[in-house]
């Protein structure tokens, strides 16, 4: 496996690296170098090679920059396992796209390529630089050629799905391999709850801390909730540092130092343990390309802790869990904290939408997604 991320924080690569181990394969990955974190490493029985990169966001060119650094270190790094250890399959981690070709000769050579996107480059390119059309164009051919190239591409929904095809990429090299937590470990998540205030609500986020998660808005939502109801949020994650100084200003702001606590960085260990002290499964999104077709792993762990469910009106959460979470209008804090309201409140109506969100969940549990990654490599090595 290569991937632009750091092993073993990203959940996704994670988990399909140790499904594959589990099933008997050699997997070793080459990814990038956090401060503190060691080139070499073994990780539940994934051999782990880092190159020395850091990943830091910016604008075009130093996006740019780093893509180009970590392809030609990944590259590198490559040969060395080819010489070493040798190579059966390849299976790159989008984004970039082009990492894809880090695999090219091994794909010549006849060996399985499988490209894994994690999300639309497209519609990334667009949400960070909406006035660059050329650059989107730019972003749908490196994704179209990078399909292309591979053996097998996995997508994470079928919105992405749909639009790789409308973009030209034939349906018989896609799949989908949906984000979906571990169900035990949600068993394991739930044995110890903490204590909660008579009457209190609580709220848990636990991602990434930056803009286009909506936290501004679920700050003023919590501020408009506090007017009918005693109301607790914490928030855990990473994030650039100015958009979380702008948090803490927005929670002095509001004066809701008694009800908004920032965390640390949690390990993913004891993400789901977090997440179930919460009364209401609360994921919050700008609305922008990227976000329209994302449908993020948060939901589903949310689900698997049987929470009802508050998301935003966005195209492919909708299409995934109509009729079985409420959808607030992105950006709209009045509007957000009526929905929380609403999903907080017992009754017939929450139940049936738990219950229609658990069969979402069940058609896309781990154990079907995992059978899906191992027809990838049975179905590639035919080819």
Same mark, same amino acid.
């Given at each position: 496996?290569?991937?632009?991320?750091?092993?073993?924080?990203?959940?996704?690569?994670?988990?399909?690296?140790?499904?594959?181990?589990?099933?008997? #394969?050699?997997?070793?990955?080459?990814?990038?170098?956090?401060?503190?974190?060691?080139?070499?490493?073994?990780?539940?029985?994934?051999?782990?090679?880092?190159?020395?990169?850091?990943?830091?966001?910016?604008?075009?060119?130093?996006?740019?920059?780093?893509?180009?650094?970590?392809?030609?270190?990944?590259?590198?790094?490559?040969?060395?396992?080819?010489?070493?250890?040798?190579?059966?399959?390849?299976?790159?981690?989008?984004?970039?796209?082009?990492?894809?070709?880090?695999?090219?000769?091994?794909?010549?050579?006849?060996?399985?390529?499988?490209?894994?996107?994690?999300?639309?480059?497209?519609?990334?390119?667009?949400?960070?630089?909406?006035?660059?059309?050329?650059?989107?164009?730019?972003?749908?051919?490196?994704?179209?050629?990078?399909?292309?190239?591979?053996?097998?591409?996995?997508?994470?929904?079928?919105?992405?799905?749909?639009?790789?095809?409308?973009?030209?990429?034939?349906?018989?090299?896609?799949?989908?391999?949906?984000?979906?937590?571990?169900?035990?470990?949600?068993?394991?998540?739930?044995?110890?709850?903490?204590?909660?205030?008579?009457?209190?609500? #609580?709220?848990?986020?636990?991602?990434?801390?930056?803009?286009?998660?909506?936290?501004?808005?679920?700050?003023?939502?919590?501020?408009?909730?506090?007017?009918?109801?005693?109301?607790?949020?914490?928030?855990?994650?990473?994030?650039?540092?100015?958009?979380?100084?702008?948090?803490?200003?927005?929670?002095?702001?509001?004066?809701?130092?008694?009800?908004?606590?920032?965390?640390?960085?949690?390990?993913?260990?004891?993400?789901?343990?977090?997440?179930?002290?919460?009364?209401?499964?609360?994921?919050?999104?700008?609305?922008?390309?990227?976000?329209?077709?994302?449908?993020?792993?948060?939901?589903?762990?949310?689900?698997?802790?049987?929470?009802?469910?508050?998301?935003?009106?966005?195209?492919?959460?909708?299409?995934?869990?109509?009729?079985?979470?409420?959808?607030?209008?992105?950006?709209?804090?009045?509007?957000?904290?009526?929905?929380?309201?609403?999903?907080?409140?017992?009754?017939?109506?929450?139940?049936?939408?738990?219950?229609?969100?658990?069969?979402?969940?069940?058609?896309?549990?781990?154990?079907?997604?995992?059978?899906?990654?191992?027809?990838?490599?049975?179905?590639?090595?035919?080819?």
């Amino acid at each position: 496996m290569v991937a632009y991320t750091y092993y073993p924080r990203d959940p996704r690569v994670r988990r399909e690296a140790e499904t594959l181990t589990r099933m008997g #394969r050699q997997v070793s990955i080459v990814c990038a170098r956090d401060e503190g974190e060691r080139p070499r490493d073994t990780v539940a029985g994934v051999s782990v090679r880092r190159v020395p990169i850091r990943i830091r966001r910016g604008g075009l060119v130093r996006y740019l920059y780093q893509y180009v650094a970590f392809l030609l270190l990944a590259g590198a790094a490559l040969r060395g396992l080819r010489r070493q250890e040798g190579v059966a399959a390849i299976h790159a981690h989008s984004l970039p796209d082009l990492i894809a070709f880090v695999g090219l000769r091994d794909r010549l050579l006849g060996r399985p390529l499988v490209l894994d996107l994690h999300e639309a480059m497209p519609e990334i390119f667009a949400a960070r630089f909406p006035h660059s059309r050329f650059g989107r164009r730019l972003a749908e051919v490196a994704e179209k050629i990078s399909c292309l190239v591979a053996t097998r591409v996995i997508v994470v929904n079928e919105t992405i799905r749909e639009l790789l095809i409308a973009r030209g990429v034939p349906s018989d090299r896609l799949l989908v391999v949906y984000n979906s937590p571990d169900l035990a470990a949600a068993d394991r998540a739930t044995t110890a709850p903490r204590a909660t205030p008579s009457g209190r609500l #609580r709220l848990v986020y636990a991602g990434t801390i930056d803009k286009e998660r909506d936290l501004a808005t679920l700050l003023r939502a919590i501020a408009a909730l506090r007017k009918t109801k005693p109301v607790a949020l914490e928030l855990y994650g990473p994030g650039p540092a100015e958009y979380r100084a702008y948090l803490e200003g927005l929670v002095d702001g509001l004066g809701l130092r008694d009800s908004v606590r920032f965390g640390g960085v949690l390990p993913p260990s004891q993400v789901l343990a977090h997440l179930a002290e919460a009364d209401v499964g609360v994921v919050t999104y700008e609305r922008n390309p990227i976000t329209e077709v994302g449908l993020p792993n948060k939901v589903f762990e949310f689900v698997v802790l049987d929470k009802p469910l508050v998301l935003p009106d966005l195209r492919a959460m909708r299409r995934a869990f109509h009729g079985a979470a409420l959808f607030y209008q992105p950006g709209n804090p009045g509007d957000l904290a009526a929905k929380i309201l609403a999903a907080a409140a017992s009754g017939p109506d929450a139940g049936r939408m738990r219950e229609r969100a658990r069969l979402v969940y069940e058609a896309a549990t781990w154990d079907v997604q995992a059978q899906r990654l191992a027809s990838v490599y049975a179905t590639a090595a035919r080819d």
